[in-house]
Structures are given as C-alpha cells and as structure tokens.
C-alpha cells in the first residue's frame, strides 16, 4: 500500500536555526499536505501542494513539493519557540482518495 | 463555526468496559474521518464516512471497534470491550471532499483504559 515517509524523526535546534524535514512517498502523489501538532493539541492544517515543482511560502516556513511528486520538504527559517511541535506530511495518491499521513517531525527549539 | 468537536475530552475506564467516543463535524462537511494516535504507531485512520455511509474501514483493529454516523452531525466511535492496547488519543475530523481538500480536527479524545 502507499507509505509516507517522513525524516527525521526529531530535531532539536537552537533558537535562530534553520530547520527541515522531508517527506518520501512510494508512489507518485496527487497532492500532499502539510499539518503542525502542538504539544498536547491537535493537527492543524498549514497549506496543500498539487503541482510538480511546486514552492509556497508562509513568512518563515517554504514548502516544495518535488518535480516527480514523490517527495516534499518544510523549511522554516529562523526557528523560534513558537515554532514547536510535531509536522507532518500527508500524501494522497495519484487516482487515490485517501490521505496517508507520515510519522511525522517532532521539532524542539532551546532558547 | 465552532470547529469540530469530541466528547469526552478525556476518558479513563476499566479493561472490559464499553467506551463510545462522540464527534459533531463541521456543519456542511461531507467526510468524516476517525483516528487513532499513540507514539509507538503515530496517526492511524481507523475509518472514514462520505455522507454518513462508511466507505473505508481498513484501519478498524478488530471487532472490537465499531463507528456509526446515524445523521450529518454526529458520529461515534464505540470499543467494547476496552483493553489497555486501545489507550490512545482518538482524533475526528472533518473535510468537504476527501485527498483534495484539507481536514479539520477535532481536539480528541484521551483514552485511558487501565
């Protein structure tokens, strides 16, 4: 079945540090999308990609979707506290109709 | 709109109890999905409705679990009997058009079962 692949598992960074994680699909997406859990709260969506090459930004955090729509990543730029908690990627596969999401990023910032 | 919301907020029962989850989705929303979170398998879909009828539930465990959506605004999620496995936190969430659309959660459900 189709698998979402999300690395790395943790990252901890210093505020002011850049920060990625990247997500890998098995099969070709439709489109993908990108959620932020706080700690102890619930997924929130951030933005969904659909086209191959695909660059959307929202102030600190660049999302790309990959030219053969298999893989995306989530940079933010200037990490700060606020920016903590579990991101996750979420895929549906081409002609598919189900969201798979990945194991998602856990992000800690030190102050 | 209020978002969409769960009931209990947090549950704690006895092994061999029955426990039902509730889910109320956003109003005019026609998919409603149901998860399960724990840090050993991340978030499961456990099963999905399009206008009220079931069209996915591969990601049910066993026989144990049942999901049912009588009407547009109300789902429940029942496990019976409960076992310590199923201690997790159960998510809703709601879509207008499944894969294309983005889904909006419900803060779940924290299930304890001791």
Partial sequence: GQQVMQIPQ?????????????????????????????????????????????????????????????????????????????????GVREYGNKLVFGAGTILRVKS | DAGVIQSPRHEVTEMGQEVTLRCKPISGHDYLFWYRQTMMRGLELLIYFNNNVPIDDSGMPEDRFSAKMPNASFSTLKIQPSEPRDSAVYFCASSFGTGVHEQYFGPGTRLTVT
Avoid: M
Avoid at chain 1, 68 to 73: D, F, H, I, L, R
């Fill in chain 1, 10 to 90: 943790y990252q901890h960074v210093q505020e002011g540090e850049d920060f990625t994680t990247y997500c890998n699909s098995s099969t070709t997406l439709s489109n993908i999308q990108w959620y932020k859990q706080r700690p102890g709260g619930h997924p929130v969506f951030l933005i969904q990609l659909v086209k191959s090459g695909e660059v959307k930004k929202q102030k600190r955090l660049t999302f790309q979707f990959g030219e053969a729509k298999k893989n995306s990543s989530l940079h933010i730029t200037a990490t700060q506290t606020t920016d903590v908690g579990t991101y996750f990627c979420a």
